[in-house]
């Protein structure tokens, strides 16, 4: 089965007559993209070069693997949580082709931030990939959109090298990498206190459709916890390489953030689910 030709990552870009099928809630958020393109900020809405990112991505990666990358929509999202927090620094878990890091950076600069290395020697954004290949992409796309002086990537097991970063604080801290270490990355950023007081943690893909059929079920579930039978194709009948044993471990973190008295979530709805988190005691 293929993905609908309504799905792409470029939502404000994409042909009307492309969305003559799409249902009401993909015809909703595509509108809802293109009113939230403001004209009059100090930075684009849109940075200028993620377009050809998307295209570039795609072109090598194929389609399913280039929704990976935040779509314009979501990048224009948490450019606003940006704005909100007054954020001055970013540590993000996966880099990919560098979408989001990008969004990230342009906000950053709307805030007043300067690039380039502080008095420790850090850049305002950490990007933490386990590819080489990715992060050398990235790094090219950083450069492309003239925010390669904001950006660090830093390459290796993520777990290590978040941890490595304690004592920093961070106003964001945005986890999209490999879903069974969310929990992980999580408690890292928790436990060693380097999310600053008013941070936000942003969790992406926590309701892919091979986690929602386990609504209702207590976690954390085992491998003998059978998820709802549902009439709709999930990832994994598309091609995008997702398991039941991936939703199992989202949904155990989803419960898992839920149940903890440190903190609250709220998860939203949109695209493949994102999770905004803030600490208690922060």
Same mark, same amino acid.
């Given at each position: ?8 990552? &470029?939502?404000? !870009? ?18 809802? #993209? ?10 684009? &809405? ?13 072109? !090598?990666?194929?389609?399913?693997? /280039?929704?990976?990358? @935040? ?10 949580? +940006? ?7 970013? @540590? ?8 989001? /890091? ?40 950083? +450069? #492309? ?7 660090? +990537?830093? @390459? ?31 408690? !890292? ?6 999310? /600053? ?14 986690? =929602?059929?386990?609504?209702? =079920? ?6 003998? +916890? ?16 997702? &398991? ?18 440190? &903190? ?19």
């Amino acid at each position: 089965m293929s993905l609908p030709s309504y799905y792409t990552s &470029s939502e404000t !870009t994409i042909p009307v007559d492309q969305l003559k099928d799409a249902s009401p809630e993909h015809l909703r958020l595509y509108y809802a #993209a293109q009113v939230s393109v403001n004209p009059n900020l100090s930075t684009p &809405s849109i940075p200028a070069s993620i377009p050809k990112l998307y295209t570039d991505t795609q072109a !090598t990666e194929g389609k399913h693997m /280039a929704l990976m990358a @935040v779509s314009e929509y979501q990048g224009m999202l948490q450019n606003f949580f +940006v704005g909100l927090l007054n954020a001055k620094r970013i @540590v993000e878990v996966g880099t990919f082709t560098g979408a989001s /890091a990008i969004f990230f950076a342009n906000a950053l600069k709307r805030n007043g931030v300067a690039g380039g290395p502080d008095a420790n020697g850090n850049k305002p954004i950490i990007s933490l990939d386990i590819s080489e290949k990715f992060a050398d992409i990235a790094r090219k796309n950083f +450069v #492309a959109a003239g925010v390669d002086d904001y950006i660090d +990537v830093i @390459v290796g097991d993520a777990r290590e090298n978040l941890a490595s970063l304690a004592g920093q604080t961070f106003d964001i801290a945005f986890i999209d990498a490999d879903k069974p270490s969310y929990e992980a990355y999580y408690n !890292t950023v928790v436990e060693n206190k380097m999310l /600053a007081k008013g941070g936000l943690i942003i969790a992406d893909n926590t309701a892919f459709d091979c986690v =929602t059929p386990f609504i209702g =079920t207590q976690g954390p579930i085992g491998d003998d +916890v059978a998820p709802l039978k549902v009439s709709f194709p999930t990832e994994m009948a598309i091609g995008l390489g997702l &398991s039941e044993a991936i939703g199992r471990a989202l949904h155990n973190f989803n419960e898992y953030v839920r149940k903890d008295p440190r &903190s609250e979530v709220l998860m939203l709805p949109l695209f493949t689910g994102i999770s905004l988190i803030r600490l208690l005691d922060a």
